[in-house]
Protein backbone atom coordinates (compact mmCIF):
# COMPACT_ATOMS: atom_id res chain seq x y z
CA UNK A 1 0.00 0.00 0.00
CA UNK A 2 1.59 3.46 -0.76
CA UNK A 3 0.85 6.26 1.43
CA UNK A 4 -0.28 8.37 -1.73
CA UNK A 5 -2.76 7.35 -4.65
CA UNK A 6 -1.23 9.92 -6.99
CA UNK A 7 2.27 8.03 -6.74
CA UNK A 8 0.44 4.70 -7.06
CA UNK A 9 -1.50 6.45 -10.27
CA UNK A 10 1.93 7.69 -11.33
CA UNK A 11 3.94 4.21 -10.44
CA UNK A 12 0.87 2.32 -12.66
CA UNK A 13 1.47 4.97 -15.58
CA UNK A 14 5.36 4.53 -15.78
CA UNK A 15 4.96 0.41 -16.26
CA UNK A 16 3.42 1.60 -19.87
CA UNK A 17 7.33 2.63 -20.84
CA UNK A 18 9.00 -0.50 -22.64
CA UNK A 19 11.23 -3.12 -20.22
CA UNK A 20 9.75 -0.91 -17.16
CA UNK A 21 8.42 -3.27 -14.42
CA UNK A 22 6.90 -2.42 -11.10
CA UNK A 23 10.51 -1.77 -9.16
CA UNK A 24 11.86 0.46 -11.79
CA UNK A 25 8.44 2.29 -12.51
CA UNK A 26 8.72 2.75 -8.44
CA UNK A 27 12.13 3.86 -8.35
CA UNK A 28 11.65 6.29 -11.86
CA UNK A 29 8.79 7.72 -9.75
CA UNK A 30 10.39 8.32 -6.07
CA UNK A 31 13.45 10.25 -8.22
CA UNK A 32 11.59 11.99 -10.34
CA UNK A 33 9.46 13.14 -6.99
CA UNK A 34 12.63 13.46 -5.11
CA UNK A 35 14.93 15.03 -7.15
CA UNK A 36 14.00 16.22 -10.91
CA UNK A 37 10.20 17.51 -10.45
CA UNK A 38 11.17 20.48 -13.26
CA UNK A 39 12.24 17.53 -15.33
CA UNK A 40 8.97 15.50 -14.65
CA UNK A 41 6.76 18.64 -15.71
CA UNK A 42 8.80 18.47 -18.76
CA UNK A 43 8.81 15.57 -19.90
CA UNK A 44 4.63 15.19 -19.38
CA UNK A 45 4.59 18.47 -21.42
CA UNK A 46 6.52 16.67 -23.91
CA UNK A 47 4.77 13.31 -23.85
CA UNK A 48 1.60 15.20 -24.43
CA UNK A 49 2.83 17.19 -27.52
CA UNK A 50 4.13 14.47 -29.14
CA UNK A 51 1.45 12.00 -28.85
CA UNK A 52 -0.74 14.82 -30.02
CA UNK A 53 0.97 16.53 -32.80
CA UNK A 54 3.59 13.72 -33.87
CA UNK A 55 1.67 11.82 -37.40
CA UNK A 56 3.25 9.77 -40.17
CA UNK A 57 4.89 11.80 -43.08
CA UNK A 58 2.61 11.62 -46.10
CA UNK A 59 5.73 10.83 -48.41
CA UNK A 60 7.82 8.15 -46.08
CA UNK A 61 5.32 7.14 -43.29
CA UNK A 62 8.04 8.09 -40.98
CA UNK A 63 6.90 10.20 -37.69
CA UNK A 64 6.73 13.59 -38.45
CA UNK A 65 4.38 16.91 -37.32
CA UNK A 66 4.37 18.10 -40.15
CA UNK A 67 2.23 16.81 -43.50
CA UNK A 68 6.02 15.76 -45.14
CA UNK A 69 9.10 15.25 -43.00
CA UNK A 70 12.30 17.36 -43.07
CA UNK A 71 13.85 14.66 -44.64
CA UNK A 72 11.49 14.15 -47.52
CA UNK A 73 11.55 17.72 -47.59
CA UNK A 74 15.05 18.74 -48.01
CA UNK A 75 15.96 20.10 -51.55
CA UNK A 76 19.62 18.44 -50.86
CA UNK A 77 18.39 14.69 -50.62
CA UNK A 78 18.79 12.39 -54.18
CA UNK A 79 15.60 11.67 -54.96
CA UNK A 80 16.28 8.20 -57.19
CA UNK A 81 17.45 6.50 -54.27
CA UNK A 82 14.53 5.36 -52.49
CA UNK A 83 15.86 2.91 -48.84
CA UNK A 84 12.71 0.46 -47.42
CA UNK A 85 13.37 0.02 -43.60
CA UNK A 86 11.11 -1.72 -41.41
CA UNK A 87 11.20 0.88 -38.80
CA UNK A 88 11.92 5.10 -37.81
CA UNK A 89 14.92 3.44 -35.42
CA UNK A 90 16.38 2.06 -38.50
CA UNK A 91 16.54 5.11 -40.28
CA UNK A 92 18.25 6.80 -37.21
CA UNK A 93 21.16 4.04 -37.46
CA UNK A 94 21.51 5.03 -41.27
CA UNK A 95 21.38 7.96 -40.96
CA UNK A 96 24.42 7.99 -37.86
CA UNK A 97 26.26 5.06 -39.43
CA UNK A 98 26.19 5.92 -43.26
CA UNK A 99 26.36 8.93 -45.92
CA UNK A 100 23.46 7.63 -47.35
CA UNK A 101 21.98 10.96 -49.10
CA UNK A 102 18.92 9.38 -50.79
CA UNK A 103 14.91 9.28 -49.26
CA UNK A 104 13.46 6.36 -46.85
CA UNK A 105 10.80 4.47 -46.94
CA UNK A 106 9.05 3.23 -43.70
CA UNK A 107 7.25 0.18 -43.47
CA UNK A 108 6.42 0.27 -40.04
CA UNK A 109 6.44 -3.32 -39.70
CA UNK A 110 7.12 -6.42 -41.55
CA UNK A 111 4.73 -8.40 -43.19
CA UNK A 112 3.52 -11.34 -41.32
CA UNK A 113 0.23 -13.12 -42.37
CA UNK A 114 -0.23 -14.60 -39.27
CA UNK A 115 -0.27 -11.45 -37.37
CA UNK A 116 -2.57 -10.11 -40.13
CA UNK A 117 -0.25 -7.51 -41.08
CA UNK A 118 -0.37 -7.98 -45.24
CA UNK A 119 1.45 -5.65 -48.15
CA UNK A 120 -1.71 -3.01 -47.15
CA UNK A 121 -0.77 -2.17 -43.84
CA UNK A 122 3.13 -1.47 -44.83
CA UNK A 123 1.42 0.96 -47.27
CA UNK A 124 3.10 -1.02 -50.25
CA UNK A 125 0.17 0.67 -52.96
CA UNK A 126 1.85 4.00 -52.00
CA UNK A 127 5.34 2.52 -52.26
CA UNK A 128 3.73 1.27 -55.59
CA UNK A 129 2.57 4.15 -56.61
CA UNK A 130 5.28 5.98 -55.89
CA UNK A 131 8.09 3.47 -57.82
CA UNK A 132 5.97 3.87 -61.08
CA UNK A 133 6.37 7.87 -61.33
CA UNK A 134 9.76 6.86 -62.82
CA UNK A 135 11.53 9.08 -60.06
CA UNK A 136 13.42 6.38 -57.91
CA UNK A 137 15.51 4.37 -60.22
CA UNK A 138 17.42 2.13 -56.97
CA UNK A 139 14.80 0.52 -54.05
CA UNK A 140 17.58 -0.14 -51.30
CA UNK A 141 16.07 -3.06 -49.57
CA UNK A 142 17.41 -2.76 -46.05
CA UNK A 143 14.56 -5.23 -44.01
CA UNK A 144 15.83 -6.92 -40.80
CA UNK A 145 17.37 -10.11 -42.12
CA UNK A 146 15.23 -12.40 -39.73
CA UNK A 147 12.66 -14.99 -41.91
CA UNK A 148 9.83 -12.54 -41.73
CA UNK A 149 12.44 -9.55 -43.33
CA UNK A 150 13.49 -11.28 -45.93
CA UNK A 151 9.83 -12.35 -47.10
CA UNK A 152 9.26 -8.84 -46.73
CA UNK A 153 12.27 -7.92 -48.54
CA UNK A 154 11.45 -10.11 -51.62
CA UNK A 155 8.03 -9.02 -52.08
CA UNK A 156 9.42 -5.93 -52.49
CA UNK A 157 12.35 -6.67 -54.70
CA UNK A 158 9.16 -7.88 -57.10
CA UNK A 159 7.64 -4.89 -56.71
CA UNK A 160 10.30 -2.99 -57.90
CA UNK A 161 10.69 -5.25 -60.54
CA UNK A 162 7.17 -4.73 -61.61
CA UNK A 163 8.00 -0.86 -61.84
CA UNK A 164 11.17 -1.16 -63.72
CA UNK A 165 13.30 -0.09 -60.31
CA UNK A 166 16.44 -1.96 -59.47
CA UNK A 167 16.27 -3.55 -56.45
CA UNK A 168 19.18 -3.84 -53.82
CA UNK A 169 19.69 -5.72 -50.95
CA UNK A 170 22.39 -4.63 -47.77
CA UNK A 171 25.28 -6.89 -48.36
CA UNK A 172 25.58 -10.12 -45.26
CA UNK A 173 28.36 -11.53 -43.94
CA UNK A 174 31.28 -11.25 -41.02
CA UNK A 175 30.58 -8.00 -38.88
CA UNK A 176 33.77 -6.18 -38.94
CA UNK A 177 35.51 -6.67 -35.71
CA UNK A 178 34.28 -9.73 -35.01
CA UNK A 179 36.10 -13.53 -34.79
CA UNK A 180 35.32 -15.98 -37.23
CA UNK A 181 34.79 -18.38 -34.20
CA UNK A 182 32.06 -16.64 -32.38
CA UNK A 183 30.20 -16.07 -35.57
CA UNK A 184 26.83 -18.08 -36.09
CA UNK A 185 27.00 -20.64 -38.84
CA UNK A 186 24.10 -19.16 -40.95
CA UNK A 187 25.71 -16.01 -41.21
CA UNK A 188 28.97 -18.01 -41.71
CA UNK A 189 27.79 -19.63 -44.29
CA UNK A 190 26.59 -17.41 -46.53
CA UNK A 191 29.69 -15.35 -45.97
CA UNK A 192 32.05 -17.97 -47.62
CA UNK A 193 29.87 -18.43 -50.51
CA UNK A 194 29.75 -14.82 -51.15
CA UNK A 195 33.45 -14.94 -51.00
CA UNK A 196 34.84 -12.11 -53.57
CA UNK A 197 38.57 -12.29 -55.14
CA UNK A 198 41.12 -9.84 -53.43
CA UNK A 199 41.89 -7.27 -56.15
CA UNK A 200 45.65 -7.27 -57.28
CA UNK B 1 19.14 14.11 -36.89
CA UNK B 2 15.30 13.37 -36.27
CA UNK B 3 12.89 13.74 -38.86
CA UNK B 4 10.79 15.14 -35.71
CA UNK B 5 12.13 18.12 -33.39
CA UNK B 6 8.79 17.16 -31.04
CA UNK B 7 10.20 13.38 -31.18
CA UNK B 8 13.75 14.71 -30.36
CA UNK B 9 12.19 16.82 -27.54
CA UNK B 10 10.33 14.09 -26.02
CA UNK B 11 13.76 11.29 -26.00
CA UNK B 12 15.79 14.00 -24.21
CA UNK B 13 12.88 14.91 -21.86
CA UNK B 14 12.76 10.99 -21.38
CA UNK B 15 16.43 11.08 -20.41
CA UNK B 16 15.47 12.65 -16.97
CA UNK B 17 14.54 9.39 -16.00
CA UNK B 18 16.85 6.82 -13.76
CA UNK B 19 19.04 4.78 -15.90
CA UNK B 20 17.30 5.64 -19.17
CA UNK B 21 20.26 6.65 -21.77
CA UNK B 22 19.62 7.93 -25.19
CA UNK B 23 18.77 4.38 -26.58
CA UNK B 24 16.53 3.54 -24.37
CA UNK B 25 15.11 6.95 -24.44
CA UNK B 26 14.75 6.41 -28.49
CA UNK B 27 13.22 3.04 -28.22
CA UNK B 28 10.69 4.18 -25.33
CA UNK B 29 9.49 7.62 -27.28
CA UNK B 30 8.81 4.75 -29.98
CA UNK B 31 7.12 2.53 -28.75
CA UNK B 32 4.90 5.26 -27.62
CA UNK B 33 4.05 6.36 -29.91
CA UNK B 34 4.08 3.46 -32.44
CA UNK B 35 1.78 1.36 -30.28
CA UNK B 36 0.38 3.04 -27.05
CA UNK B 37 -0.18 6.55 -27.25
CA UNK B 38 -3.12 6.24 -24.80
CA UNK B 39 -0.49 4.91 -22.46
CA UNK B 40 1.52 8.24 -22.98
CA UNK B 41 -1.02 10.39 -22.93
CA UNK B 42 -2.36 8.75 -19.00
CA UNK B 43 1.82 8.97 -18.36
CA UNK B 44 1.91 13.00 -18.98
CA UNK B 45 -1.00 13.18 -17.01
CA UNK B 46 -0.27 11.40 -13.91
CA UNK B 47 3.34 12.99 -13.94
CA UNK B 48 1.72 16.49 -14.09
CA UNK B 49 -0.85 15.43 -11.41
CA UNK B 50 1.69 14.17 -9.13
CA UNK B 51 4.10 16.68 -9.34
CA UNK B 52 2.21 19.86 -8.90
CA UNK B 53 0.47 18.03 -5.91
CA UNK B 54 2.16 15.26 -4.29
CA UNK B 55 4.14 17.14 -1.39
CA UNK B 56 5.24 15.73 2.31
CA UNK B 57 3.28 14.54 5.03
CA UNK B 58 4.04 16.99 8.26
CA UNK B 59 3.69 14.09 10.19
CA UNK B 60 6.06 11.54 8.99
CA UNK B 61 7.89 13.31 6.04
CA UNK B 62 7.13 10.75 3.25
CA UNK B 63 5.11 11.37 0.06
CA UNK B 64 1.37 12.55 0.67
CA UNK B 65 -0.81 14.90 -1.29
CA UNK B 66 -3.20 15.07 1.41
CA UNK B 67 -1.26 17.29 4.76
CA UNK B 68 -1.19 14.27 6.80
CA UNK B 69 -0.54 10.90 5.02
CA UNK B 70 -2.94 7.83 5.48
CA UNK B 71 -0.74 5.73 7.41
CA UNK B 72 -0.11 8.55 9.93
CA UNK B 73 -4.03 9.21 9.75
CA UNK B 74 -5.16 5.63 10.31
CA UNK B 75 -6.47 5.10 13.42
CA UNK B 76 -5.55 1.06 13.62
CA UNK B 77 -1.61 1.91 13.69
CA UNK B 78 0.08 1.09 16.94
CA UNK B 79 1.04 4.85 17.74
CA UNK B 80 3.66 3.96 20.29
CA UNK B 81 6.18 2.69 17.72
CA UNK B 82 7.84 4.64 14.98
CA UNK B 83 10.43 3.24 12.38
CA UNK B 84 12.62 5.83 11.50
CA UNK B 85 13.94 4.83 7.74
CA UNK B 86 16.26 6.45 4.89
CA UNK B 87 13.33 6.51 2.09
CA UNK B 88 9.92 6.13 1.24
CA UNK B 89 10.88 3.15 -0.89
CA UNK B 90 12.07 1.21 2.53
CA UNK B 91 8.70 2.04 4.09
CA UNK B 92 7.06 0.30 0.78
CA UNK B 93 9.60 -2.70 1.01
CA UNK B 94 8.98 -3.09 5.14
CA UNK B 95 5.28 -2.72 4.62
CA UNK B 96 5.30 -5.33 1.93
CA UNK B 97 7.05 -8.07 3.55
CA UNK B 98 6.99 -7.50 7.78
CA UNK B 99 3.01 -7.13 9.90
CA UNK B 100 4.58 -3.70 11.23
CA UNK B 101 1.34 -2.12 12.57
CA UNK B 102 3.26 0.90 14.06
CA UNK B 103 4.12 4.25 12.34
CA UNK B 104 6.84 5.44 10.11
CA UNK B 105 9.40 8.58 10.14
CA UNK B 106 11.19 9.39 6.88
CA UNK B 107 14.41 10.46 6.61
CA UNK B 108 14.90 11.48 3.09
CA UNK B 109 18.55 10.82 3.39
CA UNK B 110 21.27 9.93 5.92
CA UNK B 111 23.75 12.12 7.64
CA UNK B 112 26.72 13.28 5.48
CA UNK B 113 28.14 16.47 6.72
CA UNK B 114 30.39 16.19 3.24
CA UNK B 115 27.22 16.57 1.14
CA UNK B 116 25.87 19.33 3.63
CA UNK B 117 23.06 16.87 5.06
CA UNK B 118 23.10 17.20 8.51
CA UNK B 119 20.02 16.74 11.39
CA UNK B 120 18.05 20.17 10.04
CA UNK B 121 17.71 18.97 6.53
CA UNK B 122 16.42 14.69 8.07
CA UNK B 123 13.98 16.57 10.60
CA UNK B 124 15.66 15.31 13.12
CA UNK B 125 14.45 18.37 14.91
CA UNK B 126 10.56 17.37 14.27
CA UNK B 127 11.56 14.05 15.50
CA UNK B 128 13.13 14.98 18.53
CA UNK B 129 9.76 17.02 19.08
CA UNK B 130 7.87 13.77 18.61
CA UNK B 131 10.01 11.51 20.77
CA UNK B 132 9.39 14.33 23.64
CA UNK B 133 5.76 14.39 23.45
CA UNK B 134 5.90 10.61 25.00
CA UNK B 135 3.55 8.83 22.85
CA UNK B 136 6.35 6.81 21.47
CA UNK B 137 7.81 4.02 23.46
CA UNK B 138 10.11 2.93 20.66
CA UNK B 139 12.12 4.13 17.85
CA UNK B 140 13.13 1.35 15.56
CA UNK B 141 15.68 2.25 13.63
CA UNK B 142 15.93 0.50 10.12
CA UNK B 143 18.36 3.27 8.02
CA UNK B 144 20.59 1.23 5.86
CA UNK B 145 23.90 -1.00 7.16
CA UNK B 146 26.14 0.84 5.36
CA UNK B 147 28.87 3.91 6.78
CA UNK B 148 26.58 6.65 6.73
CA UNK B 149 23.72 4.31 7.44
CA UNK B 150 25.04 3.18 10.99
CA UNK B 151 26.31 7.05 11.82
CA UNK B 152 22.81 8.12 11.14
CA UNK B 153 21.29 5.18 13.82
CA UNK B 154 23.79 6.24 16.09
CA UNK B 155 22.67 9.64 16.20
CA UNK B 156 18.92 8.76 16.38
CA UNK B 157 19.67 6.44 19.09
CA UNK B 158 21.20 8.79 21.57
CA UNK B 159 18.20 11.23 20.32
CA UNK B 160 15.92 8.26 21.62
CA UNK B 161 17.92 7.94 24.88
CA UNK B 162 17.66 11.64 25.74
CA UNK B 163 13.57 11.61 25.52
CA UNK B 164 13.51 8.12 27.27
CA UNK B 165 12.16 5.81 24.28
CA UNK B 166 13.97 2.81 23.64
CA UNK B 167 16.11 2.88 20.62
CA UNK B 168 16.27 -0.58 18.10
CA UNK B 169 18.06 -1.63 15.81
CA UNK B 170 17.17 -4.24 12.46
CA UNK B 171 18.91 -7.45 12.96
CA UNK B 172 22.09 -8.04 11.14
CA UNK B 173 23.23 -11.62 10.09
CA UNK B 174 22.87 -13.79 7.09
CA UNK B 175 20.32 -13.58 4.68
CA UNK B 176 17.58 -16.15 4.19
CA UNK B 177 18.96 -18.77 1.65
CA UNK B 178 21.77 -17.53 0.99
CA UNK B 179 24.92 -19.43 1.24
CA UNK B 180 27.97 -19.48 3.87
CA UNK B 181 30.24 -19.28 0.85
CA UNK B 182 29.32 -16.31 -1.11
CA UNK B 183 28.20 -14.14 2.34
CA UNK B 184 30.59 -11.21 2.42
CA UNK B 185 33.20 -11.21 5.41
CA UNK B 186 31.92 -8.41 7.34
CA UNK B 187 28.34 -9.75 7.22
CA UNK B 188 29.51 -13.33 8.03
CA UNK B 189 32.27 -11.99 11.09
CA UNK B 190 28.80 -9.94 12.13
CA UNK B 191 26.49 -13.13 12.48
CA UNK B 192 29.35 -15.86 13.81
CA UNK B 193 29.70 -13.21 16.54
CA UNK B 194 26.32 -12.72 17.10
CA UNK B 195 24.89 -16.24 17.43
CA UNK B 196 22.33 -17.28 20.11
CA UNK B 197 22.28 -20.39 21.28
CA UNK B 198 19.51 -23.18 19.78
CA UNK B 199 16.43 -22.96 22.64
CA UNK B 200 15.47 -27.44 23.02
Redesign the interface.
Known sequence: ???????A??I???R????VGSK?A?????????R??E?????????????E??GH?ES?R????TPV???CASASRERGLLCAIE???D??AI?TATGYRGLYFVL?GRLSPLDGIGPKELGLDKLAARLAQGEVRELIIATNPTVEGEATAHYLAQLARQAGVTPSRLAHGLPLGGELEYVDRGTLAHAFGSRSEIPS
Do not use: N, T
Open positions: MSASPLLQLEALCLPGSQRMAYHLLEDRGGLRLSAALAEAVKVCCDFSECAISPARLEQ
